[in-house]
């Protein structure tokens, strides 16, 4: 076994007999690639060609660091899995920067829409609250599918709101964003909370771990985030997947049931609904759940207690 690192903090550190049995543990598999991390690892050496560098857990040879040490595994950066399996994060080579790549299927409407959404011309309008998309590559190993490269964004409620201004810049930034998509005959008709992000480099000036957020990029480390009043971001809608891009006159009439939010009324594969007053009805009932109902929630609980 190896000694302890005096730098670390000591709750990082296991008994030797706890050492063992996650020896074991990990030999039986608890610790190994899941099915989706696997996808990645087989391809982490064209992306490195291309420039974009995957944690290490997902380098072919990875061996867990844990494994001879009294680390605990939870705090080795490698011991993280990803949560979404068709996004992963990583770094690009040329400056350092932490982006995301995901798969969508090749030559399909969502990275049609993706790429006009981040044109020249669209990119420099302000109004403009599309992830820019900034490389699309095609799968070496699958035919059908692509890569989309973008940055690096965080959910945009993770931290908390905590200022009433800071919810009003929300509301106004996504309202903004919203009319610039229906300006360019875009409905989003899926802008629910999972599709809304934020660059929160502003509240984590020094990085954050892509996938356990609340701690540093060595993920021993908590972080407490800088508050939004004072230090403001920026919100993006992500996910064009099932969005569609009208012709100037075309009727925005459309079918289908797809879509994060269930509240929706008018969601049919029968009758046709306009895809823009969807998203009108999704943004709001975000805004109803976020801070509407959460206010209720509070002020009832206080009036209990």
Same mark, same amino acid.
């Given at each position: 076994m190896?000694?302890?690192d005096p730098?670390?903090?000591?709750?990082?550190?296991i008994?030797?007999?706890?050492?063992k049995?996650?020896?074991e543990?990990?030999?039986?598999?608890?610790?190994?690639?899941?099915?989706?991390?696997q996808?990645?690892?087989?391809?982490?050496l064209?992306?490195?060609?291309?420039?974009?560098?995957?944690r290490? *857990?997902?380098?072919?040879?990875?061996?867990? #660091?844990?494994?001879g040490?009294?680390? /605990? @595994?939870?705090?080795?950066?490698d &011991?993280?899995?990803?949560?979404h399996c068709n996004?992963?994060d990583?770094t690009?080579?040329?400056?350092?920067?932490?982006?995301?790549?995901?798969?969508?299927?090749?030559?399909?409407e969502?990275?049609?829409i993706?790429?006009?959404?981040?044109?020249?011309?669209l990119k *420099?309008?302000?109004?403009?609250?599309?992830? #820019?998309l900034?490389?699309?590559?095609? /799968? @070496?190993?699958?035919p059908t599918? &692509?890569?989309?490269?973008?940055?690096?964004?965080r959910?945009f409620?993770?931290?908390?709101?905590?200022?009433?201004?800071?919810a009003v810049?929300?509301?106004?930034q996504t309202?903004e964003?919203?009319?610039f998509l229906?300006?360019?005959r875009v409905?989003?008709r899926?802008?629910?909370?999972?599709?809304?992000?934020?660059?929160?480099?502003p509240?984590?000036p020094?990085?954050?771990?892509?996938v356990?957020?609340?701690?540093a990029?060595d993920?021993?480390?908590?972080l407490?985030?800088l508050?939004?009043i004072d230090?403001?971001?920026?919100?993006?809608?992500?996910?064009f997947?099932i969005s569609?891009?009208f012709?100037?006159g075309e009727?925005?009439?459309?079918?289908g049931?797809?879509?994060?939010?269930k509240?929706?009324p008018?969601?049919?594969?029968?009758?046709?609904?306009?895809?823009?007053?969807?998203?009108?009805f999704?943004?709001g009932n975000l805004?109803?759940k976020?801070?509407?109902?959460?206010?209720?929630?509070c002020?009832s609980?206080?009036?209990?207690?």
């Amino acid at each position: 076994m190896t000694g302890q690192d005096p730098r670390l903090p000591s709750y990082v550190y296991i008994t030797p007999e706890q050492a063992k049995r996650f020896a074991e543990h990990t030999a039986r598999g608890i610790f190994a690639l899941g099915h989706g991390e696997q996808f990645w690892r087989e391809r982490q050496l064209y992306l490195k060609d291309r420039g974009y560098m995957l944690r290490p *857990r997902y380098m072919p040879d990875w061996s867990p #660091s844990w494994i001879g040490t009294l680390m /605990d @595994p939870i705090f080795c950066e490698d &011991s993280i899995m990803l949560i979404h399996c068709n996004v992963i994060d990583a770094t690009r080579s040329k400056d350092g920067s932490i982006i995301s790549i995901k798969t969508a299927t090749k030559n399909s409407e969502e990275i049609a829409i993706a790429s006009f959404l981040s044109s020249e011309e669209l990119k *420099r309008d302000p109004a403009n609250h599309c992830v #820019s998309l900034l490389e699309v590559f095609d /799968d @070496p190993l699958d035919p059908t599918l &692509s890569f989309l490269v973008m940055p690096y964004l965080r959910p945009f409620d993770d931290p908390d709101f905590g200022a009433i201004g800071e919810a009003v810049d929300f509301v106004g930034q996504t309202l903004e964003g919203l009319l610039f998509l229906h300006r360019h005959r875009v409905a989003h008709r899926d802008c629910a909370a999972a599709n809304i992000m934020m660059d929160g480099r502003p509240l984590y000036p020094h990085g954050h771990h892509p996938v356990r957020r609340s701690h540093a990029m060595d993920t021993v480390h908590e972080l407490s985030p800088l508050a939004r009043i004072d230090h403001p971001v920026r919100y993006y809608f992500i996910d064009f997947g099932i969005s569609t891009r009208f012709e100037e006159g075309e009727s925005p009439y459309v079918l289908g049931r797809k879509g994060r939010d269930k509240e929706l009324p008018e969601l049919s594969s029968d009758v046709p609904y306009d895809a823009f007053k969807v998203d009108l009805f999704i943004l709001g009932n975000l805004y109803k759940k976020e801070f509407v109902d959460v206010r209720s929630t509070c002020i009832s609980k206080r009036d209990i207690y």
